[in-house]
């Protein structure tokens, strides 16, 4: 547990809501300060480019990160030969090996790139669902694309903004009773954003997650699919009206069509699904047809086969990704450890961005407690703990 964490845990609940406006305001600086406003722009701006603009522009950004990685990052540098450097200065990213996580895990340091220094950087930890967590170090103008592109690829495609009052599902820790009555959320003015406990779910316990809602005029939701899901049907089950929200954007886990189902008749809204890592290694969200668009000036995506070659569209493989908004720590052909399927059709949208017709192996399994509260995602149980493994 972080000092913050601990110190939060022990103020009453008026001190946390304000606590937690106080980290909102430094937060908020974080993810949108800046040149954050100019990073919205690029990315409208390339939204409507065509598929050869799209190919042309990441050449030329793979050479430059390539030949970073051989120059200065300490991993490239001792791992690649010759050969594979030369080809990474002419931008072959398929002459270039697969980057397991174990490397990264083991000295995510030696991926920096020395030739930088930036201003605060800022370390995350991936949920550790396959293992060890993956320490993932962003400089402030990385962060900030990060939210660039889930405003203009994620936010606006749903009709909403983070410039709205939303709900969100999150790891954080939220309430830190266990055994609490409520309430299950705390708002964060600075955002005039809710933050849900994912960790109290019960039939019992839905009642005050929607009236939260309302009050604090909630017009969006973001976050864990499975507690939305969850949420939903508890809501249907009690018949509990529906608040007025625009959308749902989900995140983390798969979104099933059954799970799309019931939250749409849940909340009266339609639900758009985001396929996105703590890495930022791949960003992948739903236009209003529906279909699930690759951002290329995010990564360089490959569907790849058991022996490295290419998949045709239709045909499921793995998901292996070289992050091009990331590029103080590099990872290159980093496997995500997903499968997924590329869609043969143009999207009736009109965006020539690649498609993905389905990504497989996100179902979260869901914890039922002896109380009736289920639980998915609870990896902070093992934040902070190196000695366990997996």
């Known amino acids: 547990m972080s000092l913050f964490d601990s110190i939060y845990s022990h103020l009453p609940i008026p001190a946390q809501h304000a606590a937690v406006s106080a980290y909102g305001l430094y937060w908020r600086w974080l993810r949108f300060g800046g040149d954050y406003q100019k990073y919205v722009h690029e990315y409208l701006a390339r939204e409507a480019w065509t598929d050869s603009q799209w190919k042309v522009w990441q050449l030329e950004k793979l050479r430059g990160l390539l030949t970073a990685c051989a120059r200065h990052v300490p991993y490239y540098r001792e791992h690649w030969d010759e050969t594979q ?52 170090t962003y400089t402030l103008a990385e962060l900030r694309e990060s939210l660039a592109v889930r405003e203009t690829r994620s936010a606006q495609w749903a009709g909403v903004s983070f410039r709205m009052p939303r709900a969100t599902f999150s790891g954080r820790m939220v309430e830190p009773n266990p055994n609490s009555r409520g309430p299950f959320h705390r708002f964060n003015a600075a955002e005039s954003q809710v933050y849900f406990s994912p960790f109290h779910l019960r039939s019992d316990t839905a009642g005050q997650y929607v009236e939260a809602v309302r ?49 749409e008749r849940a909340y009266g809204c339609k639900i758009y699904e985001e396929y996105s890592t703590v890495e930022n290694a791949i960003f992948a969200s739903e236009c209003a047809q529906g279909r699930l668009h690759v951002s290329p000036d995010v990564a360089a995506v490959e569907i790849l086969r058991a022996d490295g070659s290419p998949c045709t569209p239709g045909e499921a493989g793995e998901v292996v990704v070289t992050p091009l908004a990331r590029t103080y720590q590099p990872f290159v052909r980093y496997r995500l450890g997903d499968v997924a399927i590329w869609d043969s059709e143009p999207c009736p949208c009109g965006r020539q961005m690649p498609v993905i017709k389905e990504v497989i192996g996100r179902i979260e399994d869901v914890v039922v407690g002896p109380d009736g509260r289920q639980m998915v995602r609870f990896h902070g149980v093992f934040v902070n703990q190196p000695r366990v493994r997996e």
């Open 215 to 263: 009050r604090h005029k909630v017009q969006w939701g973001t976050g864990y699919a499975v507690s939305f899901y969850l949420l939903a049907r508890f809501m249907l089950e009690q018949n509990i009206p529906a608040p007025n929200i625009k959308a749902i954007i989900t995140t983390s886990e798969k979104l099933t069509p059954e799970m799309r189902a019931v939250m």
């Open 85 to 136: 450097k030369r080809f990474a200065r002419e931008g072959n990213l398929s002459a270039l090996p697969l980057l397991e996580k174990e490397p990264i895990r083991a000295a995510p340091d030696s991926f920096l790139r020395k030739d930088l220094r930036p201003f605060h950087p800022q370390v995350f930890l991936t949920s550790g669902s396959t293992g060890t967590p993956i320490a993932c």
